[in-house]
């Protein structure tokens, strides 16, 4: 469901979800999707459409999602990049630690993308993060969300869409908006 989301389908069923988990992978929405709807003006064939042609950059286009090797919970770190990547993210395994040499050497450019929302993701059950991880995300500007808050905030998408889809009288909601009302949710020292 949270990959589906994350990529801009509508879920339309829970035979969707089924069949997904069947074959274990996302599979076509389009037998899925309800045919004739005049009040939602086909609005999952035209997510459908727009995704398909690339006009829909994803929720989290504007992100770089940092997915920390700790994660131990089975297939949990390549599930949250799946996730982030449906979304339209960049992904790091690692933090980008060469910054801090890239920033002593003047003559260099730092590679971060400014334009760019860097988000580090931990397990903060298992693991503290060291004092190295804690300075180099307050230096750099990187949001450090634990795992748990991280699957808060994918569910509160739902939630914030439905609102905003009242508000807006059924006009897409921009991933600014989404990512703007989420952004209290992360952990940020």
């Known amino acids: 469901y949270l990959k589906m989301v994350a990529a801009g389908g509508w879920v339309l069923c829970f035979d969707w979800v089924d069949e997904c988990i069947k074959q274990g992978k996302l599979v076509n929405e389009t037998p ?3 045919v004739g709807d005049i009040k ?8 459908r459409k727009d995704r398909e042609n690339k006009k829909d950059e994803g929720l989290f286009h504007n992100c770089v999602a ?17 996730v982030f990547r449906l979304g339209g993210a960049k992904i790091l395994n690692c933090l980008p630690y060469k ?8 003559r260099k450019q ?8 860097y988000v580090f993701v931990y397990d903060a059950e298992n693991f503290d993060l060291s004092k190295r ?3 180099f995300c307050k230096q750099f500007g990187i949001l450090k969300t634990q795992k748990i808050q991280t699957f808060k905030l994918l569910l509160w998408y739902h939630y914030l869409n439905k609102v905003y889809f009242k508000k807006m009288r059924g006009k897409c909601i921009s991933h600014i908006i989404i990512l703007a009302s989420l952004r209290p949710f992360f952990h940020v020292f």
């Open 133 to 135: 991880q804690s300075q």
């Open 110 to 117: 730092i590679s971060k993308e400014n334009s760019k929302v």
């Open 40 to 47: 939602g003006e086909s609005g999952a064939k035209k997510s």
């Open 99 to 106: 910054w801090e040499k890239e920033q002593k050497s003047k």
């Open 66 to 82: 940092i997915i920390s090797d700790e994660l131990k919970t089975g297939n949990l770190s390549q599930d949250l990049k799946t």
């Open 32 to 34: 899925f999707e309800i």
